[in-house]
């Protein structure tokens, strides 16, 4: 089955530690991206990754990284540095980012991050 | 700054009856528009879409409707089930940037 895995599915930190959470594709999808998602909000744009070994900060990079070495791969680090790092995360993808007919962005499950 | 924004948190229908579900955006570079749904405890799925040079755009049970000059859509579901029920977000694309509503949770009683 095509798709997207993310895991953890749910993930527990304590303060000051480092977290990262997995994605892989097997779509063939050239374009991956990190979201964050937050009671009441939409959707915000961590990072995004064009093509193999290069990424892009979104909206709300601070306090993460990424990297993108396999194009089925894009793994996010959540920092010490990231203030307010409890929230549900999304991986995604598309086939580029020119999203339109026949091009649109397929999500993971999420992962539930807690900092306790 | 929201430029999408789902002011309905949520929306409590009747089996059978439609569902209206609606959407504002501020950026009048958005030129396509998508409509996801989200199950719990899975990502969102594409919906349906529609570009902005179409007002409307029907598929199945769903339809979306763009009112370009309000910067408005909406997504309709006729006949609304209770498998419809979930959260569904609007989003919106534009200078090569997507953006998200913050979802409205539908609910459809049997």
């Known amino acids: 089955d095509g798709g997207i895995t993310q895991s953890p599915k749910y993930l527990f930190r304590k303060e000051g530690q480092n977290v990262t959470l997995s994605c892989e594709q097997n779509l063939n999808h050239d374009a991956m991206y990190w979201y964050r998602q937050d009671p009441g909000q939409g959707l915000r744009l961590i990072y995004y990754?064009?093509?193999?070994?290069?990424?892009q900060k979104g909206d709300i990079a601070e306090g993460y990284s990424v990297s993108r070495e396999k194009k089925e791969s894009f793994p996010l680090t959540v920092t010490s540095a990231q203030k307010n790092p409890t929230a549900f995360y999304l991986c995604a993808s598309s086939i580029d980012r020119q999203i339109g007919r026949g091009n649109t962005i397929y999500f993971g499950e999420g992962s539930w991050l807690t900092v306790v | 700054d929201q430029q999408v924004k789902q002011n309905s948190p949520s929306l409590s229908v009747q089996e059978g009856r439609i569902s209206i579900l609606n959407c504002d955006y501020t950026?009048?570079?958005?030129?396509?528009f998508l409509w996801y749904k989200k199950y719990p405890a899975e990502g969102p799925t594409f919906l349906i879409s529609?570009?902005?040079?179409?007002d409307k755009n029907e598929d199945g049970r769903f339809t979306v409707f763009l009112n370009k000059s309000a910067k408005h859509l909406s997504l309709h579901i006729v006949p609304s089930q209770p498998g419809d029920s979930a959260v569904y977000f609007c989003a919106a694309r534009g200078n090569n940037d997507m953006r998200f509503g913050a979802g409205t949770r539908l609910t459809v009683k049997p």
């Open positions: 990754s064009q093509i193999v070994n290069d990424f």
């Open positions: 950026n009048s570079m958005f030129d396509y």
């Open positions: 529609i570009s902005s040079i179409k």
